[in-house]
């Protein structure tokens, strides 16, 4: 029975309801865990406001804001969480950002700074948040983090996400590695295609979706509340036995020939 009930989750990447993070979050929820919410703050507060609506029934016990440029607001996310809940067990890493330019076109003409930046926000944050939740995850805990088979294979215009990811699955090894003694595993889910903000920045993603449904052996894409369940099993002791590992959420698409 996946029970996760007095476990402390913090969820990372909640935009709107149509957010892999939002599938994971209400899994996790169903499950009992006790659930932190971070989103990315705005000059106007405009998405607090939008993520704290859509998160209230979900009850989580800490909502904070987290850009993960930002030294200062990862400090204070994880100093909350040590004040208010004394440990975590859970990390859900489900963020991404490179520039819409950078997601179409010509992959030798991507930018040093869109480059830079792609791989501090989408790759470089998990190994951070790691570093920072690994001592407060006292009883062993679980991270999981969001990656595309575009970081395996050279997608059409999933470009320099696809070394972003290539780069976030090598990370989710290396975590793996270091963090297993403390009983801490860190795995990957690789989701496919599905409509979200992030996904509607890659060039041509509505035609991968139709190619998807055309040739996954399920015939299907998948949704959010599939990657949740996915998660919710790979935050519980059902996964005792798993670390280091990426698992294909996909309706089973990455085992095919093109
Ligand atoms: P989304 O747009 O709903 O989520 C992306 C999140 O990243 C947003 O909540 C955004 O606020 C957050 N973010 C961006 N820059 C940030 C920063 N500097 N600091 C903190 N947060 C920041 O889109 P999504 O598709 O749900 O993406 C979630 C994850 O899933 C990403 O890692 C994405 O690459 C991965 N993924 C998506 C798909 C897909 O088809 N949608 C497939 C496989 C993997």
């Not at 520039?99 to 792609?118: C, H, I, M, N």
């Amino acid at each position: 029975m996946l029970n996760l009930t007095g476990k402390n989750a913090l969820v990372t990447g909640i935009a709107n309801n149509r957010s892999i993070a939002w599938g994971i979050a209400q899994q996790l929820h169903k499950a009992g865990a006790n659930l932190g919410i971070t989103y990315l703050p705005d000059e106007r507060g405009k998405m607090e406001k939008k993520v704290a609506e859509l998160v209230e029934p979900l009850n989580p016990s800490l909502f904070v804001p987290c850009n993960v440029q930002d030294e200062d607001q990862i400090k204070s996310t994880f100093e909350a969480i040590r004040h208010q809940w004394g440990k975590l067990d859970i990390l859900i890493h489900c963020l991404a950002f490179a520039s819409k330019d950078d997601l179409s076109g010509d992959f030798s003409q991507t930018s040093r700074s869109g480059f830079k930046t792609a791989l501090e926000i989408s790759t470089y944050s998990l190994v951070q948040l790691s570093g920072a939740a690994k001592p407060l995850m006292t009883e062993g805990g679980s991270i999981v983090t969001l990656t595309y088979l575009g970081g395996v294979r050279a997608i059409p215009n999933y470009n320099v996400m696809g070394v972003a990811k290539a780069g976030l699955e090598m990370s989710v090894r290396y975590l793996a590695a270091e963090l297993g003694p403390q009983n801490i595993r860190v795995n990957a889910i690789s989701a496919g295609p599905i409509r979200t903000l992030a996904s509607s920045a890659v060039g041509g993603i509505l035609d991968m979706i139709h190619h998807v449904e055309e040739v996954a052996p399920l015939r299907r894409t998948v949704t959010q509340l599939e990657v949740g369940n996915a998660a919710a099993f790979l935050c519980s002791d059902l996964s005792s036995g798993i670390t280091g590992q990426i698992l294909y959420v996909d309706a089973g698409y990455e085992i095919m020939g093109m």
